[in-house]
């Protein structure tokens, strides 16, 4: 199984001071949502780790959250895309959990949902806390230019590289799709397999 795991805020939508705490202030990245269509139609299976720390202090309730995803899901429809499901931690950093990112104990939980070695599914997201719950959980780590990763200097983003080593920096969700497909097709064509999986004539 080919798997993506995605930040939601400011990685796919606009992120907010005060929090993403309805539909209507849900609001998707330029291309982001034909990012994860890409990724789709290329075979990869994409879901969402997030903190979602706003349950927890009461900013948004169990509806908002799921009525959020109901209008993302309805948009990538329009653009021949899904997210497979949406992980979420509610905790505020005072509830000391598991699974509050940078921890990685959501990355873990879907490693055991969908029976996948971690090694093998990249991690998408704008923050430190991001790139540092994937590599806790042993993920590849992509840091896109959007959301908070749109404020870092290139000081900023060095003293993060440092932080996380290994991880590749994308523009945005759309170059990263454009990387990952580009670079299994290279892969595919070292192998000798077509994009179908079926192999090339001799």
Aim: aromatic share 4%; proline share 5%.
């Amino acid at each position: 199984m080919k798997l993506i795991i995605l930040d939601r805020d400011g990685t796919i939508n606009e992120e907010r001071d005060d929090y993403v705490k309805s539909p209507e202030e849900w609001v998707p990245l330029p291309g982001s949502l034909e990012a994860i269509a890409r990724l789709n139609h290329a075979g990869w299976h994409t879901v969402i780790a997030t903190n979602q720390s706003g349950l927890g202090r009461g900013l948004f309730d169990m509806a908002s959250i799921n009525a959020m995803h109901v209008k993302m899901n309805q948009m990538l429809a329009k653009q021949g895309g899904r997210i497979d499901a949406v992980f979420f931690c509610p905790h505020t950093p005072e509830d000391q959990c598991e699974c509050r990112k940078p921890l990685p104990g959501l990355m873990q939980l879907i490693g055991e949902r969908y029976g996948v070695e971690l090694q093998d599914v990249p991690l998408v997201g704008d923050s430190l806390r991001d790139l540092q719950a994937g590599a806790a959980a042993g993920c590849p780590t992509h840091l896109v230019g959007t959301g908070k990763g749109a404020t870092l200097d290139a000081a900023k983003l060095a003293a993060v590289l440092k932080l996380v080593p290994g991880t590749q920096v994308h523009a945005d969700l759309g170059a990263f799709a454009d990387w990952i497909i580009q670079n299994e097709r290279k892969l595919r064509g070292a192998s000798g397999e077509t994009d179908s999986g079926f192999d090339r004539l001799s």
